[in-house]
């Protein structure tokens, strides 16, 4: 345990884990009644195991309970009154929750004595005492040395196997009440906040010392970043040092963080590499590069592993950074920034955060600094993405006109062309979008000013059109469409629909709304996968719910690749790769949809005979033969008037050229993972979504069966004009649910909520999706 409480900071980490283990537990609570076959085979296992080694198992869950006992009692003892708040504040969420599931799960409440003394029964789900005694160590972790975190750690996966093999509870149960006791810690961490994990500054101490590094004085540096601790010091002869600590109890180098802000956020400068060894090496190496290619930058004094795995980088400082002297900046200066970059491209190098920070000068010369997130044999873009920023912060720096101009006599038309694209908001640092907003600076009129210098047109975005045709055929397709669902309704007894809903059992509705919002998080996974660019996931996962709120314009397939091409033009891309990520991403969507209904129809004895002919008005099938008519029309046309159709020839063979560079990326495996496994990801999640609804009615259905009638049901809802595919998709879901065994009002009642969850709602929390994408320039 550590001597004293250090300063605490809530963690992205703790809410990963709240989230991931509040999904694990709500599908094992579904799972759990009936016991699976696995689950009994496991149970079987343990029973027939020889009853003389009973004595070993109550050993693990007794250790459980020592290192428990013994954490509460250090804390107490060394007067820790924060940690001992963290640690009965984590048991006391865990109890609630545990008592809670295990209502819903078993349908009564455990009896006094058993919540009292916490003795686990195997009927009991989750394990109580497991999950109260593993909240306790699991929230007292951050406040442990590495050796005592291992121990706990150690305890909790013994005690959980020791539960199981003495027979006080299921497996099932068991790893709910781990899951129970991680709720309750990351609660905590998130309530109070934990300790940032990272070394002390004698343990830093220690580490120079075991480096050999002698220094005279020792101190926290004034600006920290994410995932390392910098101390600056000064050595035996007056000489600063920067000291780059990266500790294994810095949590946030650990890989779950270091992967989540690099794929959620993919902030420009994001490590490349998720250990904190790696990371060290990998920023040692490149400044080493950098310093053989004649830049000036800091110069590597050792770099190593100590005795308690901190991994240490210790630098020697050069120059002042232009953040901290704004005064410094010059045309000449500037001239200089783009010199210094050229020869950093030409050995290859991408750094990836060229800002103020970033940039040094060391009398008249100037340097780079920071390379944690720069890259060797860096790719165009990459390369291109560095000229944007550097071309941004000589714009704060000098003014927009000075800093173009010398911006196009160092790099000629050409190739200042090929940067406007880049010249966006998320290719930027933060730092840089804090300069721009705060110094006034709109990045298109920037971009519109280079281009007129390059002699070239500005790289144009995809218009947001308000008012269209198509906008206007809007309203009369929804009063069709609504009638459409008030002939449905009107066969529906509303009041036996409102008592269908008044028995319904809540928590499968509960499951279902959460299961119902996961979709759009495995669309963005495959719109990844589409996308020739790395493009940061949380922009792409508010694009997918802001097209949610489009949806309700358009159809829904429609406005997906639209908002995009707009989304993707904001990244750099041209038009028509930007309008191939759209196109491939439906086209995967299309070719998943047809491969599930197809393998289900041969593979499985599944067979629904869906036949929706009855849920479509024949006159929506009449307009949508006039609209097909009316298409074939104006394509004879165009193609008739010869200007007109060279036009659209030249235009087409631009788009297809640019469109190859995004179909070519394909050939990497890794991407098509991601388009198919998050088109088909997709598909489950919205039928297990539909089926909780329905379980929730007391009618249960088969995940092959509701894929199959999902899958049929958006396939015709997606050949329609219609918004949403509002009054089809209700009629067609209700008709596939009667014909899997559902009586029609539960299946009416279930649907309901399945499209409230999935289509209704969502678009409340998509228009701020959409404001936020347009306030930070995504669109």
């Given at each position: 345990m550590t001597q004293v409480d250090e300063p605490r900071a809530r963690r992205a980490t703790d809410v990963i884990m709240l989230v991931a283990a509040t999904v694990g537990l709500g599908s094992f609570s579904l799972a759990a009644v009936p016991p699976a076959g696995f689950e009994r085979a496991i149970v079987a296992f343990v029973d027939n195991l020889p009853g003389g080694l009973h004595g070993l198992w109550q050993l693990l869950v007794d250790l459980l309970t020592l290192v428990t006992t013994g954490l509460v009692v250090a804390a107490v003892v060394r007067r820790r009154w924060a940690l001992v708040r963290d640690i009965v504040f984590a048991a006391l969420v865990a109890l609630a929750i545990a008592l809670v599931v295990g209502r819903v799960v078993e349908d009564s409440w455990p009896s006094v004595s058993i919540s009292l003394q916490l003795t686990d029964v195997s009927s009991w789900f989750p394990a109580l005492r497991l999950a109260m005694t593993a909240a306790v160590a699991i929230g007292a972790v951050p406040e442990l040395t590495h050796p005592a975190r291992r121990l706990v750690r150690w305890s909790v996966a013994l005690g959980a196997i020791g539960f199981m093999l003495v027979g006080a509870a299921p497996p099932m149960s068991v790893a709910a009440g781990v899951l129970v006791a991680t709720i309750g810690a990351a609660s905590a961490h998130l309530v109070f906040g934990s300790t940032r994990g990272r070394p002390s500054l004698e343990e830093v101490a220690l580490a120079l010392e075991g480096l050999g590094v002698g220094f005279d004085t020792l101190g926290e540096a004034d600006r920290q970043r994410t995932g390392l601790f910098q101390v600056d010091a000064v050595d035996v002869d007056g000489n600063r040092l920067v000291v780059k600590v990266y500790g294994r109890d810095a949590s946030d180098t650990q890989i779950l963080s270091t992967v989540w802000r690099t794929v959620w956020y993919r902030e420009p400068g994001s490590p490349v590499a998720p250990g904190r060894l790696q990371q060290a090496e990998h920023e040692a190496f490149i400044t080493l590069l950098v310093q053989q290619a004649g830049i000036i930058t800091q110069q590597v004094v050792t770099a190593g592993a100590t005795v308690g795995d901190d991994v240490v980088l210790v630098l020697a400082p050069v120059g002042v950074e232009l953040g901290d002297a704004p005064e410094r900046w010059s045309p000449s200066v500037a001239r200089q920034v783009w010199e210094v970059v050229g020869r950093l491209h030409d050995s290859g190098i991408a750094h990836g955060e060229l800002d103020d920070?970033?940039?040094?000068?060391?009398?008249?010369?100037?340097?780079?600094?920071?390379?944690?997130?720069?890259?060797?044999?860096?790719?165009?873009?990459?390369?291109?993405?560095?000229?944007?920023?550097?071309?941004?912060?000589?714009?704060?720096?000098?003014?927009?006109?000075?800093?173009?101009?010398?911006?196009?006599?160092?790099?000629?038309?050409?190739?200042?062309?090929?940067?406007?694209?880049?010249?966006?908001?998320?290719?930027?640092?933060?730092?840089?979008?804090?300069?721009?907003?705060?110094?006034?600076?709109?990045?298109?009129?920037?971009?519109?000013?280079?281009?007129?210098?390059?002699?070239?047109?500005?790289?144009?975005?995809?218009?947001?059109?308000?008012?269209?045709?198509?906008?206007?055929?809007?309203?009369?397709?929804?009063?069709?469409?609504?009638?459409?669902?008030?002939?449905?309704?009107?066969?529906?007894?509303?009041?036996?629909?409102?008592?269908?809903?008044?028995?319904?059992?809540?928590?499968?509705?509960?499951?279902?709304?959460?299961?119902?919002?996961?979709?759009?998080?495995?669309?963005?996974?495959?719109?990844?996968?589409?996308?020739?660019?790395?493009?940061?996931?949380?922009?792409?996962?508010?694009?997918?719910?802001?097209?949610?709120?489009?949806?309700?314009?358009?159809?829904?397939?429609?406005?997906?690749?639209?908002?995009?091409?707009?989304?993707?033009?904001?990244?750099?891309?041209?038009?028509?790769?930007?309008?191939?990520?759209?196109?491939?991403?439906?086209?995967?969507?299309?070719?998943?949809?047809?491969?599930?209904?197809?393998?289900?129809?041969?593979?499985?004895?599944?067979?629904?005979?869906?036949?929706?002919?009855?849920?479509?008005?024949?006159?929506?099938?009449?307009?949508?033969?006039?609209?097909?008519?009316?298409?074939?029309?104006?394509?004879?046309?165009?193609?008739?008037?010869?200007?007109?159709?060279?036009?659209?020839?030249?235009?087409?063979?631009?788009?297809?050229?640019?469109?190859?560079?995004?179909?070519?990326?394909?050939?990497?495996?890794?991407?098509?993972?991601?388009?198919?496994?998050?088109?088909?990801?997709?598909?489950?999640?919205?039928?297990?979504?539909?089926?909780?609804?329905?379980?929730?009615?007391?009618?249960?259905?088969?995940?092959?069966?509701?894929?199959?009638?999902?899958?049929?049901?958006?396939?015709?809802?997606?050949?329609?004009?219609?918004?949403?595919?509002?009054?089809?998709?209700?009629?067609?879901?209700?008709?596939?649910?009667?014909?899997?065994?559902?009586?029609?009002?539960?299946?009416?009642?279930?649907?309901?909520?399945?499209?409230?969850?999935?289509?209704?709602?969502?678009?409340?929390?998509?228009?701020?999706?959409?404001?936020?994408?347009?306030?930070?320039?995504?669109?």
């Open positions: 920070r970033h940039l040094i000068v060391d009398g008249d010369e100037v340097g780079l600094i920071g390379f944690r997130g720069a890259t060797v044999a860096a790719t165009e873009q990459q390369l291109c993405s560095d000229r944007a920023q550097v071309l941004m912060t000589t714009v704060v720096g000098l003014g927009a006109d000075a800093a173009l101009a010398i911006a196009h006599e160092v790099l000629g038309s050409e190739r200042l062309a090929e940067v406007l694209p880049f010249v966006q908001p998320t290719v930027l640092t933060w730092r840089q979008r804090t300069l721009t907003r705060e110094a006034d600076v709109d990045l298109d009129e920037v971009r519109g000013q280079a281009a007129a210098l390059a002699g070239v047109e500005a790289p144009e975005l995809q218009t947001l059109r308000r008012v269209t045709w198509r906008s206007v055929l809007q309203p009369v397709l929804l009063i069709v469409a609504f009638l459409a669902l008030a002939r449905g309704l009107a066969g529906i007894d509303l009041e036996d629909l409102r008592s269908q809903l008044g028995d319904a059992a809540w928590w499968f509705i509960v499951l279902g709304a959460m299961l119902a919002q996961m979709p759009r998080g495995a669309q963005a996974v495959s719109l990844l996968g589409a996308s020739p660019k790395p493009v940061p996931l949380g922009p792409v996962y508010a694009l997918q719910l802001a097209s949610s709120y489009l949806s309700l314009a358009v159809p829904s397939s429609a406005a997906r690749i639209a908002i995009s091409i707009r989304f993707f033009q904001r990244q750099g891309l041209a038009t028509g790769s930007a309008l191939a990520v759209g196109a491939l991403d439906g086209v995967a969507g299309f070719f998943v949809q047809v491969s599930l209904l197809v393998g289900i129809v041969v593979l499985t004895p599944a067979s629904l005979e869906l036949d929706l002919d009855n849920a479509v008005p024949s006159g929506l099938v009449r307009l949508v033969v006039w609209v097909l008519a009316l298409g074939v029309a104006a394509l004879a046309v165009l193609l008739a008037v010869r200007p007109w159709r060279q036009k659209a020839f030249a235009w087409v063979r631009r788009l297809v050229s640019e469109a190859l560079v995004a179909a070519r990326a394909l050939r990497s495996p890794r991407r098509v993972a991601m388009l198919l496994g998050g088109n088909l990801a997709s598909e489950v999640l919205f039928a297990a979504a539909l089926g909780a609804f329905v379980a929730a009615l007391g009618f249960p259905v088969s995940l092959i069966e509701l894929i199959l009638i999902n899958v049929s049901v958006s396939l015709l809802a997606g050949v329609l004009p219609i918004p949403g595919g509002i009054g089809v998709v209700e009629g067609g879901l209700t008709f596939g649910l009667v014909r899997a065994g559902v009586p029609e009002d539960p299946a009416f009642a279930a649907v309901l909520l399945y499209r409230l969850a999935t289509f209704y709602l969502p678009p409340i929390w998509g228009f701020f999706a959409l404001r936020w994408l347009e306030r930070n320039k995504h669109l």
